[in-house]
């Protein structure tokens, strides 16, 4: 068991992807300083959780987050008028959530954490998937007419990259993190793109494409 500080979000963070973050809240002031300060003797990480209801945690504490969470490294920092800061991050590992430190004094909430193993699956079953997966965001992709996307050529970051090139939203998005393997999460997005191919086609319209959006705290 470990211990990382924690941003809860509306939102679910994937490895692989960039978070930016638009900083202003005295208490994530403090962790990001904390994050700085602290760089020249550990990488500066905390976890990003996605809340279950509202917008904030308030008293109900780890109840109130998704039980599995996206570890994300400050990459860039740029200070702005007013306490207020610009930051971008890019998730690295995931975790499950335990519990809240209770020894924690920093006025932001610091989360018990274990480090999730990434298992693979079946090496035949993972690559074939992975080939559908890329097939099908592709076509997803030319039937908005946006521009053929960049794919991760690695298998297990291809799993979490379904979010890049099609909206879904915060469940579907939380289910893919907590999958247990990249074979089950391909197999899941899988699913999902061809739903959205499936709305795209029957609609004829589709949600605008997913850019990362500008956090605020």
């Given at each position: ?14 490895p ?21 300060a ?15 209801e509202g ?8 109840r ?13 920092a ?5 306490e ?14 335990d ?63 379904v ?10 998005r ?44």
């Amino acid at each position: 068991m470990a211990t990382l500080p924690l941003f809860p979000l509306g939102t679910v963070l994937m490895p692989g992807a960039q978070l930016p973050l638009q900083i202003f809240e005295p208490r994530y002031v403090a962790l990001l300083r904390d994050l700085l300060a602290g760089q020249d003797e550990r990488s500066p990480l905390f976890g990003v959780v996605a809340i279950r209801e509202g917008y904030e945690v308030g008293d109900d504490g780890v109840r109130a987050l998704h039980p599995v969470g996206c570890a994300a490294l400050l990459t860039q920092a740029a200070a702005l008028e007013g306490e207020r800061f610009l930051v971008v991050s890019v998730g690295t590992d995931r975790f499950r959530l335990d519990g809240i430190d209770p020894a924690a004094t920093t006025p932001y909430v610091t989360g018990d954490v274990t480090w999730l193993d990434e298992p693979e699956g079946d090496d035949l079953r993972v690559t074939a998937l992975a080939e559908r997966v890329r097939e099908q965001l592709l076509a997803f992709a030319a039937l908005l007419g946006q521009d053929e996307p960049e794919l991760p050529e690695d298998n297990r970051l291809l799993s979490y990259a379904v979010p890049q090139v099609v909206s879904l939203d915060l469940p579907d998005r939380q289910s893919l993190l907590e999958s247990t393997d990249t074979e089950s999460r391909l197999r899941l997005g899988l699913a999902l793109v061809r739903r959205e191919c499936e709305f795209a086609t029957a609609l004829g319209a589709v949600s605008p494409p997913p850019h990362p959006p500008m956090n605020l705290n």
